[in-house]
Nanobody, 127 residues
């Protein structure tokens, strides 16, 4: 069993930065590929970024490529999403998700089949 708890959301002006964290419980964190997804008001949940269980590969949605960076620290079972150059269209609830031994580039296809989800953290980009 893995529990995921997101933090770090808030209100930021356009062009600003924010770092989200996802703390995972459980002894098998290192066997899960981790992803960030987001859901804006009135829209479907969409893929943002993923990092493989080994940490060796990452994958990003085109809309965030070059602005967001996903990373993970095994020592504290945490996944991070560094978000720079934020835009109003980045406003959404951001969710952390885990899938056992998935390839990072397959995470967008596994939205309905994730093993675990966090409850989300709200990010608002507004002046």
């Amino acid at each position: 069993q893995v529990q995921l708890v997101e933090s770090g959301g808030g209100l930021v002006q356009p062009g600003g930065s924010l770092r989200l964290s996802c703390a995972a419980s459980g002894r098998t964190f290192s066997r899960y590929t981790m992803g960030w997804f987001r859901q804006a008001p009135g829209k479907e949940r969409e893929f943002v970024a993923a990092i493989s269980w080994s940490g060796g590969s990452t994958y990003y949605a085109d809309s965030v490529k070059g602005r967001f960076t996903i990373s993970r620290v095994y020592a504290n079972n945490t996944v991070y999403l560094q978000m720079n150059s934020l835009r109003p269209e980045d406003t959404a609830v951001y969710y952390c998700a885990a899938h056992y031994l998935a390839a990072a580039q397959t995470m967008p296809l596994k939205l309905s089949g994730m093993d675990y989800w966090g409850k989300g953290t709200l990010v608002t980009i507004s002046s």
